[in-house]
C-alpha cells in the first residue's frame, strides 16, 4: 500500500509547473499591454473585494513579489501533489476559497494580492499533517518544511506595513484546519503483526525459533535429524543440540 502511496507521476511536476507558468503569463500581459489587475485582488468587507478571492492567486505587484513566491509554490505544491496525491487538488482550491474569505473578513482595507496565501495554506497543511499522521516519511517531510520554511511563520504578524500578513495569517489557519478535517486519503504508518490486538506470540513463526529461554533455535536441523513434520513439532520445548543423537532401544 505504502508504494501506492508514495509513486511518482507526472503530475508531481506539471501541475506546479503550469501553476507557476500561468502566474508568470498573467504578469507578462499586465507588462507587454500596460495594464493593471491589482484591482482584483481581495479587498475586505466589500462585495466587489469577494471577486479577488478567486483572482488574487495569479497578481503581483512586481518582478520581485512574483519572483519570491514562484519557488516556494512550486517546491510546496510538489510536495503536496507526491505525498498527499488524493487530497492534492482539494486543498490546492479549498485552501485559495477558504483563506482568501477569511483574508476578506480580517484583512485592512487595500487590495490584497499574490499567491503567498496558497503557499502558506500548503506549508501549513504539509507540516502540521505530517505530525498529526504519525507516518515516518511523512514527519521526514514536516521537519523538512520546518528547516526550510520555518522563518516564513514570522510574516504571520505585521513585521513589514506592505505585506499581507492577513493573507499569510489566513492560510496558516487554513492549512492547520485541513490537517484537521483530511483524515481519510491519507497514508498510514504500517502497522506489524505484534502490534494487532489479536496478536498470539505462540502463532507467530519468527518466535517459533527461539525457546522459552530466549536460546535460539536451528529448526532446519531439528527437523532432518529427527525427521518430524515442521507441524508436529513444538518448537518452544525443543532445546537446540550440535551433536543430537537418537537410541534405539
Known sequence: MEQNEFKYYTGVIAYPL???LL??????????FGVRFNDYGIYPKTLKGL????FSPFIHSSLSHLYHNSIPLVVLSMTLFYFYKKIAWRIIIYGIVLSGLLTWCIGRPANHI????LIYVLMSFILFKGIFAKHFRLIAVSLVVVFIYGSMIWYVFPVKQKISWEGHLSGLLTGLFFAF????????????????ENYNEANDDFLKHFDEQGNFIELTNVQNEIGIPSEDIDYRRVKPSNNLKLDNE
Open 18 to 20: 503550469l501553476f507557476v
Open 181 to 196: 478535517v483530511f483524515v481519510k486519503s491519507i497514508a498510514k504508518p504500517k502497522k506489524y503483526a505484534w502490534q494487532d
Open 114 to 117: 499574490g499567491a503567498s496565501g
Open 51 to 54: 471577486r479577488g478571492i478567486v
Open 23 to 32: 502566474i508568470w503569463f498573467v504578469f507578462w500581459f499586465e507588462v507587454r
